[in-house]
């Protein structure tokens, strides 16, 4: 009976051991099993837009590091959603606007009161302020707005809020104008073409599909952004850039005679919490893609890889800042 007492007690001690270490291995297994490697989600905008296919093109370029495991690249609601996504922890990477990100980071707009850590990976392309007005309206400068009916994009849009900006610059209000709708882009060009509007605003990549729609059937002017009334938008609102649209490029409207305007950057940012050496891969793959043949949307093809890294409204992130200081080619 003792002899049997002992052999259960045995047994059940071998089985309790046996079940720890188990445990232990598995434990062992899961800390050091997987490669060490980042899953990314990525940021981007509605699957209609520019950022949504930027975001498909970077996936398998960002997929080659080692130090990254997939991206996915995420249909968000853009700017405003793609910052709170990434304070929340639920992207590590995003593209944005720079005058939201602007926003963000003095915590004023949408994030009065909710500054956020915004940091950068890169520049990218420019939303271009594009004023369009009827040939035989008689504007020609952003001042002969006054009295006129004018489209300024749908209420709380980016659009809105660049035509406000500029607006301002040349001291004028809704007030000062005899119409005003809140129309988006298809809209502000069948007003247009309707007569019911003499001129609109669209802030957007060049060219724009609506305003290339519009010259095929009316004649228009673009209404240049320069001179004075660029210095002042441009002083108080550090995201605006100088920008012109060429003459002569027939993927830019082949027009007979520049425009100057101003835009307004595009910027990858990325969280705080990715680290150094992740985040500093992710950039130098980013600065050789965009040197290579292979960059498919047209958006990307406008940049001078050099440039990425000069004039941004938000911290580098000090993975990206390394990389851009052994190129070289920070300011």
Do not use: W
Not at 217 to 231: H, L, P, R, W, Y
Not at 297 to 304: E, F, P, R, S, Y
């Amino acid at each position: 009976m003792y002899k049997r007492l002992l052999l259960v007690l045995a047994l059940v001690l071998t089985t309790f051991l046996a079940a720890c270490g188990g445990e232990g291995d598995s434990e062992g297994a899961s800390s050091s099993g997987g490669s060490g490697a980042e899953s990314i989600v990525l940021g981007t905008g509605g699957t209609s837009g520019t950022y949504y296919p930027i975001g498909g093109a970077l996936k398998p370029v960002l997929e080659e590091s080692e130090n990254i495991d997939n991206v996915t690249v995420e249909s968000t609601g853009a700017s405003v959603a793609n910052i709170q996504n990434i304070k929340d922890g639920l992207n590590q990477m995003a593209i944005i606007m720079s005058d939201v990100g602007y926003d963000a980071i003095e915590g004023q707009g949408q994030f009065e009161g909710n500054s956020v850590d915004v940091q950068a990976m890169a520049g990218m392309y420019q939303n271009v302020v594009q004023v369009v007005a009827l040939k035989d309206s008689g504007i020609t400068s952003m001042e002969d707005l006054e009295g006129k009916k004018v489209g300024v994009g749908k209420v709380g849009s980016g659009v809105e809020q660049s035509a406000k900006k500029v607006l301002e610059a040349v001291d004028l209000t809704y007030d000062d104008l005899s119409k005003v709708t809140h129309t988006g882009y298809a809209d502000s060009v069948q007003e247009m073409k309707n007569g019911n509007l003499d001129a609109a605003f669209f802030t957007s990549g060049v060219p724009n599909s609506n305003i290339t729609d519009l010259m095929q059937q009316t004649d228009i002017t673009f209404v240049q952004i320069n001179g004075e009334t660029a210095d002042a938008l441009m002083e108080k609102y550090p995201f605006y850039k100088a920008n012109t649209i060429e003459a002569g490029d027939e993927a830019r409207y082949n027009l007979d005679e520049p425009v100057e305007t101003v835009g307004i950057q595009n910027m990858i940012i990325v969280s705080k919490d990715l680290s150094e050496d992740v985040v500093y891969d992710m950039t130098k793959r980013y600065y050789e893609y965009l040197g290579t043949e292979e960059v498919s949307v047209g958006a990307l093809k406008q940049l001078d890889r050099d440039e990425i890294a000069k004039g941004l409204i938000a911290p580098l992130h000090p993975g990206a800042k390394k990389f851009y200081e052994e190129q070289g080619i920070l300011e």
